[in-house]
């Protein structure tokens, strides 16, 4: 048997969804640099699950659909005065929500194309109220109901705030789900294909991929990397910090990608915004110290840096807490996730590797008495 480590380079299934090709990135033949500039995040949930941008009447029907589904239920939200708020991180917190959602789905193990895609729009619609209602109910604070009139991106960081979010942080929010939408056979996406591959439901799906989302090697790298800012605090200290840290062969969050050789191309976005937006915050030296570290990084590694990097200054420009960056991710990448858990039904054989085991050979049992 010959063991691929991590399945580097395995080609484990066709898509039509998103590519990566020559470190080109596409959501269904769109570059993902002409989709940041000029689509709104709903466009983007109408390709990957359609598989072609919505006409206007088409757009409008999805928005109304989302609006319709995005309050959770009563159930969901009395949960969350239960959990043991301190310690609970908010990526684990979506992930219960999420597997409780389903509790509450009539149609949750109903496996027909159509009820399936309803799924796919309730859960789309709810991850925002999931992840800003855990957000306030952890401060005390009452869970804000979504706006009809307003956008997705708008949306969230009003459920999050209660105010009106301004046309930058806007624009910001909006450019951010976009980037984060899909991204090809990522461990989140693999996972949520394993799991609905052996028919099971659209929530378990979801929940797993959640799951392997939080890990730090993946989504949770951009909280990772806002704490790596804040330790190292100023522009003057990133130089030590850092060449110290690649001395000691530790990794630097937010560098790296196992596809992406030349570079990541959503992260040129995140580093324009980010420079926009901590000049507009008055902080601009989240901005300075990041780029500081990339040139140390590519210089030293030649590792450039990934969607995670940019997107932590970005966030917290944003006044968002650092430990709701991974379930922002969340909230757009469950766009994908669901496009996937629908193609992989539409095609589906069960996913089931081989190990080569490397344990002893053949043993007799032993009774416990003789042990
Ligand atoms: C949305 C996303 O998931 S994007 C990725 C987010 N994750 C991160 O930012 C965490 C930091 N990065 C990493 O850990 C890795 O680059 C990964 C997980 C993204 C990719 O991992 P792999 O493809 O398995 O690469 P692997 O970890 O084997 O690294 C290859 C070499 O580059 C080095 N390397 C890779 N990333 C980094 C990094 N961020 N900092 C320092 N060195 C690194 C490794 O130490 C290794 O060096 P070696 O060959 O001398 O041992
Ligand atoms: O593709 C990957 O391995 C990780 C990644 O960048 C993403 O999921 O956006």
Redesign the pocket.
């Known amino acids: 048997m010959t063991v691929t480590r991590?399945l580097?380079g395995v080609v484990a299934t066709t898509s039509s969804i998103s590519s990566i090709i020559d470190d080109t990135l596409t959501y269904v033949g769109y570059d993902i640099d002409d989709l940041a500039e000029n689509a709104s995040f709903e466009e983007v949930i109408y390709l990957l699950w359609h598989r072609k941008l919505p006409t206007a009447a088409e757009l409008d029907e999805l928005k109304k659909q989302l609006a319709e589904s995005a309050a959770l239920p009563k159930e969901v939200l009395e949960h969350f005065k239960m959990y043991p708020i301190d310690k609970v991180h908010p990526m684990a917190a979506v992930r219960s929500a999420v597997s409780l959602l389903g509790l509450y789905d009539d149609e949750a193990d109903v496996m027909e194309k159509e009820a399936n895609y309803r799924k796919a729009i309730r859960l789309q619609a709810k991850m925002p109220a999931i992840v800003t209602a855990f957000a306030r109910v952890r401060k005390g604070l009452e869970p804000i109901a979504p706006r009809e009139d307003l956008n997705f991106a708008a949306n969230f960081l009003y459920m999050l705030t209660g105010d009106e979010p301004d046309e930058v942080a806007v624009e910001a929010m909006n450019k951010a789900l976009v980037l984060h939408a899909d991204?090809e056979l990522?461990?989140s996406t693999f996972t949520a294909r394993v799991c609905v591959a052996t028919l099971s439901d659209v929530y378990s799906g979801v929940t797993a991929a959640i799951g392997a989302l939080k890990g730090?090697?993946?989504?949770g790298?951009n909280e990772a990397v806002m704490k790596m800012l804040t330790e190292i605090g100023t522009l003057e200290n990133v130089e030590p910090a850092i060449r110290g840290k690649?001395a000691n062969?530790?990794?630097?969050?937010?560098?790296?990608?196992?596809v992406y050789r030349q570079g990541d191309p959503r992260a040129k976005h995140l580093r324009d915004m980010s420079k926009k937006l901590t000049e507009l915050t008055g902080e601009p030296h989240w901005y300075e110290m990041s780029t500081r570290i990339e040139e140390i990084?590519t210089g030293e590694?030649n590792?450039p840096p990934?969607?995670?990097?940019y997107s932590a200054s970005v966030y917290h420009s944003l006044g968002i807490d650092h430990d709701l960056f991974t379930p922002i991710f969340a909230v757009s990448r469950v766009s994908g996730w669901l496009a996937h858990i629908l193609e992989q039904y539409d095609n589906n054989r069960l996913i089931r590797p081989r190990a080569d085991y490397t344990g002893p050979g053949k043993q007799e049992y032993v009774s416990i008495e003789m042990r």
């Open positions: 991590g580097e991204h990522n461990a730090p090697l993946h989504g790298a690649l062969k530790e990794k630097i969050m937010g560098f790296g990608h196992r990084v590694k590792l990934n969607v995670d990097f």
